[in-house]
């Protein structure tokens, strides 16, 4: 079963073509136009994963973010931030709970490349 991914970004262009390539990818794919719907997305979809832009309007993501990690439930959900801002706006987005933050414009190949790193189960060895 493919793993579920929710892009929340309001740059049409930015959520198009990241659809595209994680679709081409194997991925479902499920998308939000802004920081309300994709709250109400993450209840409703339960995404394996969650991709988040940083400057939205309705609720920004350092506050999608923040709200994700205080769900009952899915607080765990690895989420990944996307940032045009410099570096300070992705430290930001780490603090506020993101397991990555990347820049825009985006690396296809390296947001890939941290989808698979953070959807990977883990591995325990029994010492």
Same mark, same amino acid.
Not at 61 to 78: M, Q, T
């Given at each position: ?16 073509? @990241? @659809?595209?390539? *994680? ?11 802004? /920081?309300?719907?994709? =709250? ?5 979809? &339960?995404?394996? *994963?969650?991709? @988040?832009?940083?400057?939205? #309007? @309705? *609720?920004? /993501? ?9 769900? #009952?439930?899915? /607080? ?9 801002f410099p570096a300070e &706006? ?14 825009? #414009?985006?690396? =296809? ?8 790193? =953070?959807?990977? #189960? ?6």
């Amino acid at each position: 079963m493919a793993a579920k991914i929710l892009i929340i970004e309001d740059h049409l262009e930015t959520r198009d073509v @990241t @659809t595209i390539w *994680l679709e081409r990818a194997g991925y479902k794919v499920i998308v939000a136009n802004d /920081g309300k719907e994709g =709250l109400a997305k993450v209840q409703a979809e &339960r995404p394996d *994963l969650i991709i @988040t832009d940083i400057l939205m #309007p @309705t *609720l920004n /993501g350092i506050e999608v973010i923040e709200r994700i990690r205080n769900l #009952p439930g899915e /607080g765990a959900v690895p989420i990944i931030a996307m940032t045009a801002f410099p570096a300070e &706006r992705a430290k930001e987005a780490i603090i506020a709970g993101a397991d990555r933050a990347i820049g825009k #414009p985006i690396d =296809l190949e390296a947001l890939l490349f941290n989808i698979k790193a =953070l959807l990977r #189960p883990k591995s325990y060895s029994a010492n």
